[in-house]
């Protein structure tokens, strides 16, 4: 397994969880620009004990909320249509994501456990467009958090769950 070097929007992270099943992440945006550098991932619903092909990833949800009608972070008409067209419960709203932000020194820590499995085109602001976050720089965290947590935690802050094609440009 390569080690990995860097995060972009697009990528698609895996590891095994404490549960021992692969979980997926999709990294929504990185904030390089100043320290500290830090990541923001979106969790899938992937939850398997067989490693994921993108293919598999095509087929998962993502966690979020449909949100903010006026937001500051637009969407072209096409990316509304798309989100709206998977969705049309949440128009005239938008898709936003639930963030896990995971600070680079932090990674580095543990990017042995992960590794990135594919890139994925994805519409720009998922993450700006969301409504909650939480610090997830710490693996056991993580771990934990997407093998037990996660089912309960999310739907109490108001996120659910969204098809991950509403939000991949060019999806086939």
């Not at 993580?142 to 991950?164: A, E, H, T």
Request: aromatic share 12%; net charge neutral.
């Amino acid at each position: 397994m390569k080690k990995i070097s860097d995060i972009n929007q697009g990528y698609i992270l895996t590891f095994k969880a404490n549960d021992g099943k692969y979980k997926a992440l999709l990294c929504t945006s990185a904030y390089k620009e100043d320290s500290p550098h830090y990541f923001t991932l979106a969790a899938l619903t992937y939850d398997d004990f067989e490693k994921p092909a993108v293919a598999n990833i095509l087929h998962c949800d993502f966690w979020g909320i449909g949100n903010r009608k006026d937001s500051h972070f637009k969407y072209s008409d096409i990316e509304l249509n798309q989100m709206w067209t998977c969705h049309p419960e949440i128009k005239p709203y938008v898709l936003g994501s639930y963030g896990l932000v995971v600070l680079r020194k932090d990674f580095i820590k543990f990017r042995d456990d992960f590794e990135v499995i594919g890139n994925l085109k994805i519409v720009d602001n998922l993450d700006k467009n969301g409504n909650g976050g939480m610090n997830a720089s710490d693996l056991n965290f993580i771990k934990d958090f997407l093998s037990d947590k996660i089912n309960s935690i999310l739907p109490d802050r108001g996120q659910k769950l969204f098809k991950l094609e509403a939000i991949v440009k060019d999806y086939k």
